[in-house]
């Protein structure tokens, strides 16, 4: 197995990966999946965040289960190639929410090692807390989040995730994820992308608004406060009320609050006059 190691910008060491072997557990463990071969569970706390659990997937039209990694490269594998210093210091996974537990962000951590260490195995478990999430609704009637905190494309690492539900969807700061998407519309599996604001791709975002797409924005605006109307001519929809984009107007900005100890001076926070 074949490692790079990349310098993060806060001066520790992460590595990239292999995502190449583990694409290849990913289709061998769905295959076993759907052939019901006998494997050993090694982790026994869930893989999955359940709705509800996550101020975040608690708001949704539908229950929402999400994969919540550990962001950046804080487990010591860089999980957010596309990210942005800004981004990664403002973080929701390190500055908001249940994220300042340590043992939150501990679980996070050792989920992202069983995923590095066992793909298989993560890969099993994963399936079958999804069949179980389709076993108790309806696949219409639940939505999954791939990336809670992380930019992985699972698209082309372990697409068969997207055949549970038919409401799945990932806020993504890479541009080729999202035409990617968008130039494949033959695709077996329904996956909605939000390309996000990092403070330095507007000109990713402008591209990805012209092709129809949503984008994500964090305002400098305290909760409880309006969102702009416009922004740079484009429509804002209130991301806060909730999670899931599937339903939002084509080519829009999804307008966030700025929230937890978000520096507001960043360029990742956009200041309305
Ligand atoms: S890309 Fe998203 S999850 Fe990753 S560091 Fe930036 S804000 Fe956090």
Known sequence: MQLEVIQNPHGSHSIAPNWSHIRL?????F?????????????????????GANTKLAKGFVPIYGLT???AGSSGYQLCPWRSPE???ACLGITAGRSKFSNVREARIAKTHYLMQHPYEFFRQLYQELAAAREKHNPAHF???SNVLSDIPWESIAPEMYWFSWVNYDYTKSLNRCLNLVDNPKRAYVLDLTLSFSGHNWIACEMYL????KVAVVFNIPKGEPLPEFY???PVVDGDNHDLRIDDPSGCIVGLRAKGSINKASAFVVSTP
């Open 69 to 71: 990694l550990a962001p």
């Open 232 to 234: 740079k001519d484009w």
């Open 143 to 145: 939505a999954f989040r």
């Open 210 to 213: 012209h092709r129809r797409g």
């Open 31 to 51: 295959k076993d999946h759907c052939s019901a071969e006998p494997w050993t569970r090694i982790r026994k706390a869930k893989l999955l965040t359940e709705p």
């Open 25 to 29: 557990e990913a289709a061998k463990a």
């Open 87 to 89: 981004c990664e210091r």
